[in-house]
């Protein structure tokens, strides 16, 4: 499979560097290509320099057109138009621009001859919104797909996983994510108020798409989840605090067997960590068995960890 990365910002970069740290890994993926408009000695010095996930242990050099890493060559290209490039032979477009939410941008590399797109993100251009672990079914033969948000990813097979073993009747989430790159670092006009402020300085109460996305990736408990969001000043590592209304009651050791056995994009820890601890974590999810909750009324309380960036990137 021939894979074209467009756009090489977080998510671009986390994408390369799973796959260029452990090809063996993705057997028969080869990423041919990446386009983004920085100058290609930009995009080598922070795929190299990582604030987050520390230097590249490999090596990365310019060669002409081409991006170097581990001594594979990967043709680097700059334009704002991915049309405009010729494709033809790529399998998959790898659409990690953040703004192809609408046709003209998520179609751009099928205009320039790739069979298929995969965007790293909410689209409404987008065929079928699949997570891995949720509802892996219900991707065929489409050629515009959405690998849904990162908070998507975590909550939709946990969520899938509580609703097969116990019926999920409604509930609540809370995602404490660490802050993006759509907040500023000093306090400026915003839309939103709350997300006009520092982001490294204030916890910061806003949304999520993650419930509405959870409705379309599980539309079988459709309307019974909400969400929300607390931005918090971490540069990576987020977590779902989930409490659910089931319709069998269950034990906190029986849900916490569940997740042991789940395997998969679920992961667990015995362990009293923190966030900085799951760092580079590739599961979608590592679910906390310390902080599973039961109440006497019958609410299920469940927390779990996600690397909102290294996890993502290795479910693309």
Known sequence: MRVFINGFGRIGRSVLRAWAANPAQWPGLD????????????????????????????????????????????????????S??????????????????CDDVAKGGLRGGARRVLISGPSQAAEVTVVLGANDDSLTNQTLVSNASCTTNALAPLVRLIHREWGVVTGSMTTIHCYTGSQPTVDAPAADYARSR??????????????????????????????SAVRVPVASVSCVDLVVMTERRMTVPQVNAAFHAA???????????????????????????PETRLTAGGLLRVFGWYDNEWGFSNRM
């Open 263 to 289: 395997g998969g994009v679920i992961g667990v820890t015995d362990r009293a960590l923190v966030s900085t601890d799951l760092r580079a974590r590739p599961e979608s999810i590592v679910m906390a068995m």
């Open 198 to 227: 520092a982001a490294a300085l204030s916890m910061v109460p806003t949304t999520t798409s993650a419930s509405r996305l959870l409705d379309r990736v599980l539309p079988e408990i459709s309307g019974r989840i909400e969400g």
């Open 31 to 82: 990423v041919v290509g990446v386009n983004d408009i920085a100058p290609p000695e930009m995009c080598a010095h922070l795929f190299e320099y990582d604030s987050v996930f520390g230097p590249w242990r490999g090596t990365v050099a310019l060669d002409g057109g081409a991006l170097v890493v581990n001594g594979r060559a990967i043709a680097l290209h700059q334009s704002a138009d991915l």
């Open 84 to 101: 405009g490039l010729d494709l033809r032979g790529v399998d998959v477009v790898m659409e990690c621009t953040g703004r192809a939410d």
